[in-house]
């Protein structure tokens, strides 16, 4: 019996270590907690592989967190030998850490950029019951009461939603120095506190956000941060433009693979999500999703990497954020 019962034990944790490798499909790597935008990302592309067009086996989605993508980035780029079997999700969140050295000695050329699957754009949230109910009323409350508005922020100091929050205090006229927030990591964390009315405001994404509606987190939002009015949920939210303040945050939204994987592996992970890309049901889980389907890859994509990581370092000069050095540790 006892025989038998280590047998069953053996047999049930190689089930569990290959769950948690991924099948041979491969896995995405989400380099935050649930619940956020890298989450939603791994998520999105499981079910552009799983559509019924497609023979590659399920995905599996697995969680890194670590100084907000420094740790997943650092061990994609070291790992031995490269695993041409792992995707790793990226925004232009992780562009905006490129471009202030958050993940250390890496730079845009220190990964495989895979693919971008659809164009996000930033959103001003508070909480269901909050006294705000557009965007002018809380950037008027920002102004005459900086210290009584906190943010939360899925990042630190210089990240994207602190960057999203500092273009709003500065509209309102509030130096980005005087502004209230507390860091989380990663944009799920930062709307569960919104919800439970732990921050003030929350300066996150659309399909995170609505997301975390969909989940019963209970938020609204006074505005979207993109050109024109956003389709689907986001149908009703005015942008900040259409409220006088001209601030528009998009975010790329994408995959990543290790630099030392072969461009065999590369050419099919790129086919497979291409073929995928094209389907009507990938456009109409991206638009449910609060995105723009947004396929880019090859030369196109390491150019607009290349483009926004030098925009974002731009802005965090003009923040006074001087670039970071030293150790990639979360």
């Not at 991206?286 to 880019?296: D, F, S, V, Y």
Request: net charge positive.
């Amino acid at each position: 019996m006892k025989l038998l019962f280590k047998s069953l034990c053996s047999v049930l944790m190689m089930v569990c270590a290959a769950a948690l490798a991924g099948p041979e499909g491969g896995r995405c790597i989400a380099p935050a907690k649930a619940g956020g935008g890298f989450d939603l990302t791994c998520q999105l592309a499981r079910d552009m592989l799983a559509q019924p067009h497609n023979s590659r086996p399920p995905l599996a989605v697995v969680y890194q967190p670590g100084g907000i993508g420094a740790l997943a980035f650092k061990n994609t780029v070291t790992q031995q030998p490269p695993d041409g079997k792992t995707v790793v999700a990226f925004s232009s969140g992780s562009l905006l850490n490129l471009a202030q050295n958050r993940f250390g000695p890496y730079n845009t050329r220190s990964v495989r950029w895979l693919a971008a699957v659809g164009m996000d754009y930033g959103v001003v949230a508070v909480p269901r019951e909050s006294p705000y109910k557009n965007l002018p009323q809380l950037l008027e409350a920002l102004r005459d009461k900086p210290g009584s508005i906190v943010f939360g922020a899925g990042g630190s100091i210089g990240s994207q939603d602190w960057m999203k929050a500092a273009l709003l205090a500065r509209a309102a006229g509030v130096g980005h120095k005087v502004m209230r927030f507390v860091a989380f990591e990663g944009g799920g964390e930062a709307l569960s506190a919104l919800g439970d009315n732990h921050v003030q405001v929350l300066a996150g994404d659309a399909a995170e956000v609505g997301r975390q509606v969909e989940q019963g987190v209970a938020v609204r939002v006074l505005a979207v941060l993109s050109e024109k009015r956003l389709g689907g949920r986001w149908a009703h939210v005015p942008t900040a433009r259409e409220q006088g303040f001209d601030i528009v945050w998009p975010i790329l939204r994408g995959l990543y693979m290790a630099p030392g994987v072969s461009d065999r592996e590369f050419k099919e992970w790129t086919d497979a999500l291409a073929k995928a890309a094209g389907q009507p049901a990938t456009a109409r889980a991206l638009t449910k999703a609060g995105m723009n389907p947004t396929w880019i890859t090859g030369r196109a994509l390491d150019q607009l990497v290349d483009q926004q990581v030098e925009n974002y370092r731009k802005l965090a000069a003009d923040f006074g954020l001087a670039p970071r050095t030293g150790s990639l540790q979360p």
